[in-house]
């Protein structure tokens, strides 16, 4: 590892969390975003993801590391690498069915959604711009937590499958933290399956699934998210909104 590689990991565990304390607020106030700050915020978390993502790859590049070594290269499918694709798969099947499978927890889902993940997408309109920042994050995220951070985790943990546990455990638990915004159950479930998505990476040694499986999941969220606003309950406007 070279002292850019260190920079970049301090930047990853040590700044990021800093920077997000703040925002974790978010998850325990009723904050309403305008269609045009919805959109906004897509293009900008998008666009800041696959500059960071762009920057980690170059610094992985300038001692003349290859990108396979990184995670670009086409997957290795073993039978741990399809059981831990699998895992992924049912385990966010299993989750939209507790969220949405009844009626009483379709209500209560909603219902939080319309507090603390209010800047999900509620029309087609906002769903297009969404599925930019999902594909964003898709790209982004996967290569900062699993083709980078996990790397630079073994490192100086050492490669023996109790090290790579650990470091697993590390970025995942990091994940989760910075994703606060979305309140603590959240964070819960995107730990587990940021542990799910790490197994996948190292067992097949390849990116790509985790990649096409995190943006899966967050465009197919987003489209949901859709089809399902149209059953939430409207606020009527009170004495003092009128």
């Known amino acids: 590892m070279t002292f850019a590689d260190h920079i970049v990991g ?14 974790r607020k978010l998850a325990d106030q009723d904050i309403s975003f305008s269609p045009e700050d919805k959109i906004r915020l897509y293009h900008q ?11 980690v790859v170059t610094v992985w590049r300038l001692p003349g590391r290859n990108l396979q070594e990184f995670g670009f ?3 290795v499918w073993t039978s741990w690498g399809r059981l831990a ?23 209560r889902s909603l219902e939080q ?21 999902s594909a964003a994050a898709g790209f982004g995220e996967e290569i900062i937590f699993r083709g ?5 985790l073994i490192f100086w943990l050492g490669h023996t499958p109790a090290d790579v546990i650990a470091a ?17 159950v959240a964070m819960v479930k995107i730990f587990l399956l940021a542990m799910l998505l790490a197994a996948v990476f190292i067992f097949t040694k390849s990116l790509w699934p985790v990649i096409l499986l995190h943006t899966g999941i967050d465009v ?11 059953s939430m309950p409207r606020q009527q406007p009170t004495d003092e909104e009128t």
Not at 45 to 55: D, E, P, Q, R, S
Not at 89 to 105: E, K
Not at 148 to 152: A, E, G, I, M, S
Not at 168 to 184: C, K, N, P
Request: aromatic share 18%; net charge positive; with cysteine.
């Open 168 to 184: 697993g455990l590390f970025s995942s638990v990091l994940f989760a933290y910075l994703h606060g915004y979305q309140g603590r």
């Open 113 to 133: 959604r319309a507090g603390n993940v209010s800047f999900m997408p509620v029309d087609r309109d906002e769903l297009g711009h969404f599925s930019f920042l």
């Open 220 to 230: 197919f969220s987003g489209w949901l998210g859709v089809r399902l606003y149209k």
């Open 45 to 55: 978390n998008g666009l800041f993801l696959i500059v960071i993502a762009l920057i």
């Open 148 to 152: 980078f951070l996990l790397h630079y």
């Open 10 to 23: 301090a930047m990853i565990c040590i700044v990021a969390p800093l920077l997000v304390m703040g925002t």
């Open 73 to 75: 290269t086409m997957p």
């Open 85 to 107: 694709v699998a895992a992924v798969i049912l385990f966010y099947v299993l989750d939209i069915f507790f969220q949405y499978g009844l009626r009483r927890w379709r209500e």
